[in-house]
């Protein structure tokens, strides 16, 4: 069965920086891109960032402004998504998903492409 699991999410200060991780499982990690998303209270889930796996082409929404790196690691079956310079703003759940073959650039921001959900991971930024 496909799994997806985030981790790396904590209580973070102001300007700090993140390594958040997506390990999978259940399916051949090449054959499927990895969508990053978060959801912050009371607000609705938003995409961030898409990678396919098999050629690290990568997609990121206008609003990311270059504070957000998406990466992956074959031998390990993993995904990531770097932050850097935390704000207050950036508090979510953030969430990875599998979707197939590749990101696409007219696609890759709707949760609808996406097949397979981590359950997420919490980033809490203080001020």
């Known amino acids: 069965e496909v799994h997806l699991v985030e981790s790396g999410g904590a209580l973070v200060q102001v300007g700090g920086s993140l390594n958040l991780s997506c390990t999978t499982s259940?399916?051949?990690?090449?054959?499927?891109?990895i969508g990053w998303f978060r959801q912050a209270p009371g607000k609705v889930r938003e995409p961030l960032s898409c990678?396919?796996?098999?050629?690290?082409?990568?997609f990121y929404v206008d609003t990311v402004h270059g504070r957000f790196t998406v990466s992956s690691d074959t031998a390990k079956k993993t995904a990531y998504l770097q932050i850097t310079n935390l704000e207050p703003g950036d508090t979510a759940n953030y969430y990875c998903?599998?979707?197939?073959?590749?990101?696409?650039?007219?696609?890759?921001?709707?949760?609808?492409?996406?097949?397979?959900w981590g359950r997420g991971t919490q980033v809490t930024v203080s001020s």
């Open positions: 990678i396919t796996t098999s050629d690290g082409s990568k």
């Open positions: 259940g399916f051949p990690f090449t054959h499927y891109a």
């Open positions: 998903a599998a979707g197939t073959p590749k990101c696409d650039e007219g696609t890759f921001f709707r949760e609808r492409w996406y097949d397979y």
